[in-house]
């Protein structure tokens, strides 16, 4: 498999190389990282030892490794990677044309029946996806289980957020299905990749949203990082179904062509555009993506601030992107 960096001095790349491979100049030639190709500050570099399935984490460890934490480097960014073939992708592929989703507000504070309550009045909106909040998760006023069922009874289309502790995760999600979920939600980039790939292997038979919250911290460090386009296609490779994407608002710290090289990242899952979405910044965001195919439109707390109310908020959002 291959990695591309951004790097300043370009000549540490040969460096970078052996750190991440054999951590010695002289180690075996059969699985030491190769500098294949640099153009100006890009240097492209070949890892011969991640071609077989080591296991996310182990990869993980090479491509985004110790080189953090080096001083004898000024910059040091990944901007692309060919990503091997025995990560197993998504499941599910994204339907033709734009979908509206929403979340269930406010983050916390709901007992089960009224996120039913909610859920309920976004789906007759025309939300095709009604997902938790991040920030909720399993508490005692609002158990986990005891919410997927009063929300499955409404019949909408439901993403619990099954995020929590790592060991209980796979026996979390089993038995929201049994309790009728549509979907699982994992807040991936703080629960660990490896979980969703658990998650993915797991075969549920129902789709996987992957919320972002946490990514930020490997996109934004200008001097080391991750570019937002390698993690959204990292999340979709791992086993996302719905990937989250930034937005073309303020709300959000990617730019326009950041977000619409996250969106083709995410593909062929659905890239999901979200923070500061609301009916009446839902055709701009579409226009501005420049593309109608294989997006959700998510609806957070504009939503709620509407003066018609939620359900009329959700139908003029579906109207907008209809138009």
């Known amino acids: 498999m291959k990695a591309t960096y951004e790097i300043d001095p370009p000549e540490w790349a040969e460096t970078l190389a052996v750190l991440e491979s054999t951590s010695l100049p002289d180690g075996p030639d059969s699985v030491r990282a190769r500098v294949v190709a640099v153009d100006g500050n890009r240097a492209t570099l070949e890892f011969p030892a991640l071609d077989e399935p ?10 985004v490794g110790e080189w953090g934490d080096r001083a004898d480097v000024r910059r040091c960014r990944l901007v692309a990677v060919e990503w091997p073939s025995w990560l197993p992708g998504n499941a599910f592929a994204a339907p033709v044309g734009v979908q509206v989703g929403a979340i269930v507000k406010p983050a916390q504070g709901l007992s089960p029946a009224e996120v039913a309550e909610r859920a309920a009045a976004l ?72 979980a969703l790939r658990a998650l993915r292997d797991a075969t549920f038979g129902v789709p996987i949203f992957a919320h972002r919250v946490g990514a930020a911290f490997l996109v934004r460090g200008e001097r080391v990082g991750v570019d937002a386009s390698v993690l959204a296609e990292l999340t979709r490779s791992c086993g996302a179904d719905y990937v989250q994407v930034g937005s073309f608002t303020s709300r959000v710290h990617d ?46 707390s504009a939503a709620y601030a509407a003066a018609d109310g939620l359900e009329a908020a959700v139908q003029r959002t579906v109207a907008a992107c209809a138009s």
Do not use: H, W
Not at 126 to 145: M, Q, R, W
Not at 180 to 187: E, H, I
């Open 54 to 63: 080591v296991g996310l984490a182990a990869l993980l460890s090479c491509i």
């Open 123 to 194: 789906a007759r909106g025309g939300a095709a996806l009604v997902k938790d909040d991040e920030l909720l998760t399993d508490p005692s006023a609002c158990p986990l289980l005891e919410r997927v069922r009063a929300v499955a009874a409404t019949g909408a289309f439901y993403a619990a957020n099954v995020t929590g502790p790592t060991e209980s995760l796979l026996e979390r999600a089993a038995a929201c299905v049994d309790a009728g979920v549509s979907a699982l939600m994992l807040n991936v980039f703080v629960q660990g990749l490896d």
């Open 255 to 300: 730019s326009d062509d950041e977000v619409r090289a996250e969106i083709a990242a995410a593909r062929p899952a659905v890239a999901v555009i979200g923070g500061g979405i609301g009916p009446d910044n839902a055709a701009e965001q579409l226009a501005r993506a420049g593309t109608r195919e294989g997006v959700m439109l998510l609806l957070g």
